[in-house]
């Protein structure tokens, strides 16, 4: 099976910084594609932030990621890694982290699905002030 755990979450102020970790545990991590997800509120849907493939090449983006957010995957250690700066109090929320359902190094899938994903972590908290 295959078990994610995030950390790296925290309150703090505009324009700041922050890392997020997801660790992977499972013997077919490296082979699936990972995400960060995350959700403004309870009720509120959960949007898409950033994906990674398998082999750590092919980096996916939400528009409002873009400019400041940088995914990246240590595929030794099994972890995938969300940069975060110029943070803004709209990026507050939960942050969960993803690996796709299925087993593939494509480097083409529906990357801002949340049904392309099989497991989801407990999610992290960031709080953003002004």
């Known amino acids: 099976q295959v078990q994610l755990v995030e950390s790296g979450g925290g309150m703090v102020q505009a324009g700041d910084s922050l890392r997020l970790s997801c660790t992977c545990s499972?013997?077919?991590?490296?082979?699936?594609?990972m995400g960060w997800f995350r959700q403004a509120a309870a009720g509120q849907e959960r949007e898409f932030v950033a994906?990674?493939?398998?082999?750590?090449?092919?980096?996916y983006y939400a528009d409002f990621a873009k400019e400041w957010f940088t995914i990246s995957r240590d595929v030794i250690r099994s972890t995938v890694t969300l940069q975060m700066s110029t943070l803004k109090p709209e990026d507050t929320g939960i942050y969960y982290c993803?690996?796709?359902?299925?087993?593939?190094?494509?480097?083409?899938?529906?990357?801002?699905?949340?049904?392309?994903?099989?497991?989801w972590g407990q999610g992290t908290q960031v709080t953003v002030s002004s």
């Open positions: 994906a990674v493939t398998a082999s750590g090449n092919t980096q």
């Open positions: 993803a690996a796709r359902g299925v087993v593939s190094y494509t480097e083409d899938f529906n990357a801002d699905r949340d049904g392309e994903y099989g497991f």
């Open positions: 499972g013997r077919t991590c490296s082979r699936r594609a």
